[in-house]
Structures are given as C-alpha cells and as structure tokens.
C-alpha cells in the first residue's frame, strides 16, 4: 500500500517531525494511518445503524484530517426515493440526520460516480450545481466522494465535506480506497440486518393477521344464524381492532338493502341501530358498490354525509370520527358491505385497510352461508308445513275427491260452484257433515287457480292463542318457542285458495286482522314489521249461524259481510235421499278396497234401511257406518245390523229435544223381527227384539239357527247385552209356557 509521504494540510506534524530524518517521517505517517485503518477495521462492522457507522467514522478519521461533515447515501435502484444520513460536528458531533430525497438527474449524476474523487468547492458547484444546492453541501470548501458497492442491489456513497476553506489532498485518495472496503462491509451487514428485521417484522405481521384471518374466519364461519354472525363477526373486530360499531350492509334487491346491525357493549348511552330495508339510491353503499372497493370517510367527509341514509344516521348519531365501508363479494356478486366506524379519526391506516379488505372476503363466505341457511330452513319448514297440511287434508277428506249425487239438489249447488269458480270472490259454504271441504276443493279445480295446491285449515282444530300465528305466520322469537321463521297459511296459499273451515271458531280479537287480509290483501307476521302482499282466494266453511252470531256480539258485521259475498248451502243427506244408494255403494267400494275385502252386494233391505234414517250427521255420518258394516262383514254382501250402530250425539240431542217437546203422533218403522206377540208394523224395543228371537228360537243361543244368528250378532255381544238388560232364558220361556231345550 502506498502511504501518504506528508502530513496532511490542516494537521500538526507529530513531535520531532521537523527534526526526524525524511525516512524516519514516512514510517511516522505509515504508521498513523494504518493504526486508523486498523481501528476502522475492527469497530466499523460492529456498528448495528447507519447513525452509529457515521459517529464511528468521524472518531476513526478524526486524527488524520479535519472535516465537518459526512453524508452516506443510500437508493434501491428501483425506487425513486434515496435516504441521505448526514453528520454535522459544528451542530452536534452525536446529532445525526436522515431525510428522504428525490434524485433529480444532477444527483443521480454525482451519486452514480464509480471512482473515489476529490472536490475543490467551486469545482463541485460548477459540475454539480444540484449538489452544490442542497443544505447539507453549502460553503463546502472541499469534498471526497466515496462510492461504496454493497450487495443486495442497493446503491450507495459516502462523502466527506470540508466547510472551514480547506480542500483534500489527492493523497487522501489512497487512504479512503481501503476505508471504502471497510465502509462497504459495514453497511452491508447494517443493511442485511436491516433487511432481516423487516422480513422478521413483516413475517411476524403475517403471523399475526393470519391469525386475526383464521379466528374472524372460524368464528363467522361456524355461525349460521345471521344475527349471530353479526354478533360474533362485531365481538372479533372489536377485540383486534378497537372499532366498535359495526354493521352488515346486504343487498336484498337491485333497489333496495338491509340494514344488519350488532349492539355495542353495554354503556350509558343509546346507540342508533338501525333495522329494516331501505332505497339503495344515494347511499354510501351504492358509492361502494360503484366504485368496486373500500370507501373511507374520515371527520372531513362526515360532515357532508345526510342523515336520511341509515349508513350515515349509523355513524354520526354513534358519534364516529371515520367509517369504512368494504365491499363483500362472493366470486362476481357483491353481497354488500361491511361498515365500520370509529371515534378516533385515524383509525384506519394502510395496513389495517389492507387486512380489513381481506376479513371482508371471509366475512362474504359466512353471510353468503348464512343466507343459504336462512333460504334452506324457510324451505325446509314450508316443506315440513305443507306436508303436514297434505297429510291433515288426506286424513280431513272424507272421500277420493269425487262428489257423489244425481239429485236436483247437488245439481243447482254444482252449477253454483261453476259460476263462481272463475271469479276472486269469497264463497260460504254451510253444514257439517255435508262434503264442504269437497265442493271447496271443487271450486279451487275449476278456477285458474288450479295449478296451485289448496291450503286447508280448521279453525276449530287450532288452539286461539297459536291461531295468528298459523294464519299470518311469524319471526324467529316473536314468543317463547318461536326458534325459526313460519310462514303462515295465507302465504303458503299465495296464488292459490286458502279454505277456513269453521270460520266461526275464530276469536273475536282476530277476526279484524283477517277482514284485513280480505280488504287490502296485505299481512304482517306475528313479531315482524314487513308487509307482505298475498293474492289469495277465500273459501269459508262454517256450520254455525253467523247472523245469529252477529246479533250475539261473538262474530263481527264487516266480516260476515265480507265472508257471505257468495253463499252456498249445501244440502244435507236428508233433503236428497235418492242420492243415498249411491254414497252407500261408493263408500262400501271404498272400504272394501282399503281393507282388501270383496263386497259386491248391498241388500236391498239394507238399502231401504239407510234410505229411511234421518241422518242427522249427513255424509260423515254415512261413511262412518258403511265403514263400520264393512268391518263386521265377513262375505260378499254388506251386513249391516242396526242393533250394532251407535247413535250419533246430534241424534241424542235431537231425542232429548224431542223427549222435552210435546209428544207428537209416533212414526213406526218397520221391525226387523217379529213374533205372534208383535204385529208387524209395531215399533220394538232391543229387549223386546232380544226376547222376540229368544222365543221364536226357543232359547237356542249359538248355530245358524240360533238368536245370535238370527239378530246377526256374535254370541259374546248377545250374552253381555242379555246380562246389562236382565234378561234371562228360563224366565222368557216360563212366561210363554216353555222351557229351556234339552
């Protein structure tokens, strides 16, 4: 190495250099210099900053020669910006500085340079004028440049500035030649370890929204219910981000969105919640969604929002010094938007925006599951709803849907069921027991309506504290057990024909909510505060007397008038007798079919027996004891006994009115078996018809010719009846002067 041969301007000669031989005097200096070399060597790569590189620089240089500043440069080749590090020792010899710059050409031009160089003052201004101009460079008398390679692509420099008249020597150029290699190692490892802090800062930031991601993700998607997404999503935000008040934007149509709010933790105030749907226009969700990403307001932009947005309402009535909106999108749909808002104005920075944007997407999955679940449990309780309906109108029905009768009487009801068929109007339909919900259904099949499936219900069947609820449905928690939306008939009837049987079984404090529904053909659910437009068509049924109700209090005027648009009285099975033989013959086919018997024949005398009764029940009634004779038949022809059919109540009623009324001439009917004693056209009691087969069997019980037989019962039954009755064999035949066979 060659090594400077004079002392450098500025410094004193050390002692005895005047009067030292020449060689002498270069060893003196050789020696300087490399013990400056050496400290440099072992201090400079320990320095772990750039600021303590340049106070170490300045201690290592400052014996050999006087400078007031030093700069290092530092510019990745790809960035505009370089970071310039400066030491002033007339501010502070442990003041160090560091500044952004935007290198121009001219500094681009001086920093570029390749070789260690040497700079008198009015040479640097006038080849580098934009040099020359910065602050750190003026009244420089001199300047060594000192171009450093490091690797990782970064490009840097260092330079030394004289500012006390004084220049460099050009010797000075040897020494900072194998500075520079110090210098360079150095910044190296200072910029490796830079380098290895911002990878580990960066890589810890990664682990640590990783985690926020996995536990928004886990805690949103694990949640099915929309109200507890939002409850759960909010409770995570808040615990990562500080941010409070939180809400779900979603889109319900092209015009309009809901509004999902979560409720902040308990505090003295009251915070706006809004809830509902609201116009889409003019809101800050429709600027999110047109500009396709987050959307930021800050105290500035607030004061421009208008209250009438229910976005807007949410953030200044809480309070809010910034919000945010971020979109949520689900592949090519946008759901809506997540908006959050805070009272500290610099809440949202770049980095927490970024990972905001990114638990958005996550937050988009869980509202897109959400609402699948919604949709799947609605459909999978209308679904459970309408199989139940089917199943009580398959068990209601009391026939295959066919109406049976050629008698003038059905002829005028059908020809009245044709004329109001194609029309909306409500229809009140009489009697029970007469096939209501038949000519219902009858209406409902010849109306445009037909494709539809009718909706029935029994008023009397439901209990009147579930009645609302089973009529206009009702919201998840509108009362205790309500876990899940209903929907109620009139919405399941939607488009097609709702039937209310005994309408006069509703109370009195619903039957407004239904004129309602007739009027305005509008409902609200039980708990809820949407109206929901319904089209349907009414069918009523009651056997009650509603004017009679009417008068009484318990059944409203507007209603029955609003009910009674198109009565119809069906007539009952006793006013159309002929068509007697034929039901019998249907229900007999019926039931023999279902119980896989083979019944071909009705005798006549049966018939005429059906004919005759007054049927009080009507078809029901007719169907029940067909059912019943069928059963006890046991070969091809109906066996019907009418000792083994039960009174029906309305008959037991109609005998204890009759027993109370005055007595009125007996009509006989024809007896079923008679002895000397009887003549026939008598009326006979059971006992008597018991003792009449009892004598003329002369007391033999079992066999096809004994009493069993003869009154087509089986021996067990006669006998219990005997034994209720009294009635006992010998005695019957002692009074007749007979006695009991051998």
């Known amino acids: 190495m060659d090594i400077p041969s004079r002392i450098p301007p500025g410094r ?27 400290a440099a060597s072992r201090v400079l790569p320990l320095q772990k900053d750039i600021p303590s590189l340049l ?82 460079y003026r009244n420089a008398s001199g300047c060594l440049f000192v171009p450093i390679s490091t690797q990782g ?67 949103a998607i694990g949640t099915l219910e929309m109200n507890d997404m939002v409850a759960v999503v909010a409770g995570e935000i808040r615990r990562f981000f500080g941010i409070r008040d939180f809400a779900l934007l979603l889109h ?12 902040p933790p308990q505090s003295t105030e009251n915070p706006v919640l809004p809830a509902g749907t609201f116009s889409l226009s003019n809101s800050l969700l429709k600027r999110c969604h047109d500009i396709n990403a987050p959307l930021l307001a800050r ?20 309070g809010n010094q910034a919000a945010g909106l971020f979109p949520l999108h689900f592949g090519q749909h946008c759901l809506g938007a997540m908006l959050l808002a805070h009272r500290h104005p610099d809440v949202f920075t770049d ?62 009801v059908l020809q009245q069921v044709d004329m109001v068929a194609s029309s909306d109007s409500t229809v009140l339909l009489g009697e029970t027991g007469t096939g209501k919900e038949l000519f219902a259904q009858a209406i409902h099949n010849r109306s445009p309506r037909k494709s539809k499936r009718m909706v029935k219900m029994n008023c009397a069947a439901v209990p009147a504290g579930l009645m609302e609820s089973e009529l ?61 437009s319904v089209d349907v068509r009414l069918v009523a049924a009651t056997n009650r007397n509603l004017q009679e109700m009417v008068l009484d209090g318990t059944f409203r005027d507007d209603l029955f008038y609003r009910l009674n648009v198109f009565p119809i009285a069906i007539p009952p099975l006793r006013e159309r007798r002929e ?71 309305a008959a037991i009623s109609q005998r204890k009115q009759e027993a109370s009324a005055p007595p009125a001439p007996a009509q006989p009917i024809r007896p079923v078996y008679t002895d000397a004693h009887h003549q026939p056209g008598e009326t006979l009691s059971e006992r008597d018809r018991i003792v009449a087969a009892i004598l003329a069997c002369n007391g033999v019980m079992a066999g096809s010719r004994g009493v069993a037989a003869m009154l087509g019962l089986k021996r067990t039954t006669l006998l219990s009846r005997m034994q209720r009755m009294g009635i006992d064999i010998k005695d019957v035949l002692e009074t007749r002067g007979q006695s009991l066979p051998a």
């Open 351 to 412: 980095e927490s925006v970024s990972l905001l944007a990114q638990i958005a997407s996550r937050v988009a999955i869980a509202v897109r599951n959400a609402l699948d679940y919604t949709t799947i449990s609605v459909q999978k309780n209308d679904l459970a709803q309408k199989n139940l309906y089917l199943s009580e109108q398959i068990q209601s029905q009391s026939d295959m849907g066919v109406i049976i009768g050629q008698s003038d009487a059905i002829m005028r």
């Open 252 to 263: 319900e149509t092209d015009d309009t969105f809901s509004f999902h709010c979560a409720r």
């Open 55 to 136: 106070r170490m620089l300045k201690n290592c240089c400052d014996p050999l020669m006087a400078f007031q500043r030093i700069h290092i440069v530092i510019a990745a080749p790809m960035q505009e910006k370089a970071r310039l590090y400066m030491l002033d020792a007339h501010a502070d010899r442990s003041a160090v500085s560091e500044q952004d710059l935007t290198p121009q050409q001219g500094l681009r031009q001086f920093w570029s340079q390749t070789e260690v160089a040497c700079f008198e003052g009015e040479h640097l201004r006038r080849e580098f004028p934009a040099i020359a101009d910065l602050d750190q």
């Open 153 to 219: 692509g970064c490009h840097c420099a260092m330079d030394f500035v004289k500012t006390d008249g004084s220049v460099f020597s050009d010797d000075s150029l040897v020494f900072f030649r194998v500075l520079a290699g110090v210098v360079t190692a150095a910044i190296t490892a200072i910029l490796c370890m830079d380098n290895v802090r911002q990878e580990t800062e960066h890589l810890r930031r990664e682990r640590d929204h990783f985690s926020i991601l996995v536990d928004v993700t886990n805690t």
């Open 12 to 38: 004193t000669p050390p002692a005895g250099f005047f009067t030292a031989s020449a060689s002498e005097m270069v060893k003196s200096t050789a020696i300087v210099w490399q013990e400056a070399l050496l």
């Open 299 to 318: 105290q500035g932009d607030l004061a421009r929002l208008s209250r009438k947005d229910p976005a807007s309402e949410f953030i200044l009535g809480n």
């Open 472 to 532: 206009f449905g009702h919201e998840k928690g509108a009362f205790t057990g309500a876990g899940a939306q209903r929907k109620g008939r009139f919405e399941l009837a939607h488009g097609s024909t709702l039937m209310l049987d005994e309408v006069g079984d509703i109370p009195l404090e619903l039957q407004p909510k239904l004129l309602r529904v007739l009027q305005s053909r509008e409902i609200e659910r039980l708990g809820g505060h949407k109206v929901i």
């Open 579 to 649: 068509d007697i033989p034929l039901l019998a013959k249907h229900f007999t086919q019926q039931m023999a079919r279902q119980m896989k018997k083979n019944i071909t024949n009705i005798p006549s005398a049966a018939l005429r027996w059906l004919c005759d009764q007054p049927w009080p029940g009507n078809v029901r009634e007719l169907a029940n004891v067909i059912e019943r004779a069928v059963i006890l038949s046991s070969g091809p022809s109906l066996n019907i006994c009418p000792l083994e059919v039960p009174a029906p109540v």
